[in-house]
């Protein structure tokens, strides 16, 4: 069970240059997020989605795009690439019924630098 | 809106002693309350949460963590710390009812010495 993957663990991009950050998790969860997290600020959220084909937008959504087509996969866009983007992203899932929200589960990050 | 404050940047605890890693939050409704823990190079590992029932909740790795309503606390502790209890600590909380995006603590890094 590899719980939440993502890929690239590390990328270097140029000013104005997209790439997509992908994430896939197998535990069938129904929520998944993407946050970012910068030194001393803790993690911030950039968007989530209830399920396939659903996305909403988090606290830092500017940049950035995201899209569900399969339960399992939800990735991140970026069209042009800045440098207040440089952070580490992180994907998590969870699951939600009726008793509520089960603890969310990290992959171990995407270091993202843009020069 | 709910809100969660760490007031330690970092936590410094010899081995053996008892540790306790500070949590504060502001949330409309009852809480439902997390920490997790984070080492090098590595995504959030959840420890513990707390819904309803009895304040004092035990987690993963010998951690436990004491619910206070009227200081709306929520502070993580365990009786004798390890070195490879060092990590970065973040509290989390969201309200209990309905979906509501899970908010973080800015964290607290715990360095045990040996």
């Known amino acids: 069970n590899a719980g939440v993957t993502q890929t690239p663990k590390f990328r270097i991009l140029k000013i104005g240059q997209s790439m997509t950050l992908q994430c896939t998790q197998d535990?069938?969860?129904?929520?998944m997020y993407w946050y970012r997290q910068d030194p001393g600020m803790g993690l911030k959220l950039i968007y989530y989605?209830?399920?396939?084909?659903?996305?909403d937008k988090g606290e830092v959504p500017n940049g950035y795009n995201v899209s569900r087509s399969t339960t399992e996969d939800f990735p991140l866009r970026l069209e042009l690439a800045a440098p207040s983007q440089t952070s580490v992203y992180f994907c998590?899932?969870?699951?939600?019924?009726?008793?509520?929200?089960?603890?969310?589960?990290f992959g171990d990050g995407t270091r993202l630098s843009i020069l | 809106a709910q809100s969660v404050a760490q007031p330690e940047d970092q936590v410094n605890v010899a081995e053996g002693n008892p540790l306790t890693v500070k949590c504060t939050y502001s949330?409309?409704?009852?809480?439902?309350l997390f920490w997790y823990v984070q080492y090098p190079n590595r995504g959030l590992q959840f420890l513990l949460k707390?819904?309803?029932?009895?304040?004092l909740v035990k987690g993963s790795y010998g951690f436990e963590a004491e619910f206070n309503k009227s200081q709306t606390s929520f502070h993580l502790k365990k009786p004798s710390a390890l070195v490879s209890d060092s990590a970065l600590y973040f509290c989390?909380?969201?309200?209990?009812?309905?979906?509501?995006?899970?908010?973080f603590g800015t964290g607290t890094r715990l360095l045990v010495s040996p």
């Open positions: 998590a899932s969870s699951y939600y019924d009726r008793v509520g929200h089960q603890p969310q589960h």
């Open positions: 535990m069938n969860h129904n929520y």
């Open positions: 989605s209830v399920g396939a084909g659903i996305t």
């Open positions: 949330v409309s409704g009852n809480p439902y």
């Open positions: 707390y819904i309803t029932g009895d304040n």
């Open positions: 989390a909380v969201r309200p209990y009812t309905g979906f509501q995006k899970l908010v």
